[in-house]
């Protein structure tokens, strides 16, 4: 008598994913997936639509500078309430936020002329939900793997996420050229809602209840005094609030020019800053299989390649060098990005992780709106090839002091608990999503 066919097709199933691979960190991996793929192209759209509404270069960096300012000010509350509450309840909230704001400047632009004010409310509240969104996620995907496989648990992790990245930048090009920047928006609000139902299904029960604290200023001071008494935390955030503001400037505001002026117009930028997504896949992989034993001091070596795309414009390179120095930045800021989260990981208590998540993002990007503002008139007083100079020694400069820390030279791996005392990582439930770019963490 034949045995059952659910039997077989269930074990089939678990066969096809890794054992550490458990149900949330396959939710959270195909959430961050759609998310990537609408947000990379509604970026795209949400320029293009400032520029067809009769906007001008200043009002699309009035929309972009919306989105940021939020981000920076909500950041540590967002930190705060995730470790407070059930993260996954923030982060389909947050979801349902970006999905009604999308969907909201997707009707705008279909329907009519969108005034600036009302693209710049519609993109702040855009910014206000990841503000609460980054620190949940990023604390859900720390507690959703073990030891001894998170390592290649991030970098498949990021290496699925910038993948869809790129799709998603790709196929919004496409789409704004076929059908215009509201259905390209329309997407985005569509894969917020998908992604937020992923997310309801994660399962927290593994986290232990939060014991009553003093209130909101009370967990903020905690996750304070977790941050500021970590050296290796603080010096590395300190060095990204320069590496992230500078390449920024360089990358928003100059990347482009050069791009006009040396280079032939905006598709060897474009081509270039392909390059730089496929090297985080690239260096995705390379982490799959590669552990290194002094994680912070190789982490932290592979900044100093962020000063290359700088220089290469400064030069400038032509396509074909830029592409491969943008190609070998982006490799090198995986390598950063899975080791970084690998030592947050092992260092950080799980009960603590969103909110020096918090502290580490709004360190991170606290100084971006400030640079790309004064880019211009740096240009100016300077000149363009001087402030190139200035971004790329400014990378070399910060990533140098860091390794004057001990804790950066010094921290290593931590060997994996032995079995026996361990949970199981297929039954270890799973966090959310990390800092894409050049952010740590």
């Not at 004010?117 to 995907?141: I, K, S, Y």
């Not at 496989?149 to 789409?175: C, D």
């Not at 003093?214 to 603080?234: I, Q, S």
């Not at 390379?286 to 795309?309: E, I």
């Amino acid at each position: 008598m034949s045995s059952p066919p659910t039997a077989p097709s269930r074990t089939t199933a678990h066969r096809r994913r890794p054992a550490w691979a458990g149900r949330n960190y396959t939710l959270l991996t195909g959430a961050a997936v759609v998310t990537n793929l609408g947000s990379h192209g509604a970026l795209i759209a949400s320029a293009f639509a400032v520029l067809e509404a009769g906007g001008s270069g200043g009002d699309v960096g009035l929309v972009a500078a919306a989105r940021t300012l939020p981000l920076v000010l909500f950041l540590l509350i967002g930190g705060a309430l995730a470790d407070r509450l059930p993260r996954h309840h923030v982060m389909v909230a947050a979801n349902a936020l970006n999905c009604v704001s999308q969907a909201a400047f997707a009707v705008l632009v279909l329907t009519g002329h969108p005034q600036l004010w009302q693209m710049m409310l519609l993109t702040a509240l855009c910014g206000t939900g990841q503000a609460f969104f980054n620190p949940a996620a990023e604390g859900m995907l720390l507690s959703s793997v073990s030891g001894e496989h998170a390592n290649r648990a991030f970098a498949l992790f990021r290496m699925a996420m910038n993948g869809a990245g790129i799709g998603g930048a790709a196929l919004g090009g496409a789409m704004i050229a076929a059908i215009g920047p509201g259905w390209v928006l329309a997407v985005d609000a569509a894969a917020f809602a998908i992604a937020g139902a992923l997310r309801a299904f994660l399962d927290v029960s593994h986290v232990a209840g939060r014991a009553p604290g003093g209130g909101l200023l009370a967990d903020l001071r905690e996750g304070w005094v977790e941050f500021r008494t970590r050296p290796w935390l603080w010096s590395i955030v300190l060095q990204f609030s320069v590496v992230v503001a500078v390449v920024g400037a360089a990358e928003a505001v100059y990347g482009p020019l050069v791009a006009r002026d040396r280079l032939g117009g905006p598709a060897p930028w474009g081509l270039a800053l392909g390059f730089f997504g496929i090297g985080t896949v690239a260096g995705a992989v390379l982490m799959m299989v590669w552990k290194p034993r002094r994680l912070l001091l190789v982490a932290t070596l592979c900044v100093f390649p962020l000063a290359l795309p700088s220089a290469g414009l400064a030069i400038p390179l032509p396509v074909w060098g830029l592409c491969t120095v943008m190609f070998v930045s982006g490799t090198a800021i995986e390598v950063f990005g899975v080791n970084w989260m690998t030592t947050m990981h092992q260092e950080i208590p799980e009960e603590k992780f969103s909110r020096v998540s918090a502290y580490d993002w709004f360190g991170s990007v606290s100084m971006l709106p400030l640079a790309t503002a004064v880019a211009g008139p740096v240009e100016s007083a300077f000149g363009r090839t001087s402030a190139l100079w200035g971004c790329a020694a400014l990378v070399v400069l910060g990533t140098a002091a860091v390794l004057f820390v001990p804790d950066v030279r010094r921290m290593t791996r931590k060997p994996a608990p032995p079995k026996a005392a361990s949970v199981p990582a297929a039954t270890v439930p799973d966090p959310a999503d990390a800092p894409t770019g050049v952010t740590p963490g």
